[in-house]
């Protein structure tokens, strides 16, 4: 989902601990170093890393820079390969068929072979299945601290996390709507606290 989508979720995290400044800097070669990694030429069911902000096709950000004023923007690209359920088991059907018609005499199949035959399927499958690509921005507000990714999505939110950490080397924790609010309850000169909402028991 994009930045400038006519709606979007989004899911606020915190960087825990203190970020070194001079981690500014390298951003860009780590992006790079963690970016994404075509898959269309291999059989891999899985691809994801950073890609420019501006051209889910670009990498290396040629087509422009990661820094826009005191932030850095840039998108997660997951590409994958799924094969249908139904075609799958349509063409073990027609390989089970296959080898019953070479053999009359066949009675039954071994639980290994099945599975050697399923396993030959699926790559020969994923062969002629294209990955579906899709992409996540991701705005980082360096000064304050916080980070916006702009989905909901329980699988793409554990890539992000975990692909977050191994690049730049930080921790992240999730702002729930009550810890947003505990953040600005000074400014707002308010005890959240006192909102919330009672259960009685009858």
Known sequence: MGFFSTSSSITRYKIVGE???????????????????????VVDELSFGWVCFDNMLDNMWNTSSPYKGEYVVFSLRIDKRKISPAVFKKYYQLALKEIADEDKDLKFLPKNKKQEIKENLRLRLLQKTLPVPSVTDVIWDFKKGYVYLFTTNKSTK???????????????????PYELG?????????????????????
């Open 19 to 41: 970020v070194d400044e001079r981690l500014w800097e390298n951003i860009p070669d780590l992006l790079k170093k963690f970016s994404f990694q075509d898959i269309d030429e």
């Open 158 to 176: 554990e890539i992000f996390q975990d692909l977050f950490i191994r690049s730049f080397n930080l921790g992240l924790v999730q702002i729930t």
């Open 182 to 202: 505990k953040i600005y309850e000074k400014e707002l000169e308010i005890n959240i606290d006192k909102y919330k909402p009672q259960i009685f028991a009858i």
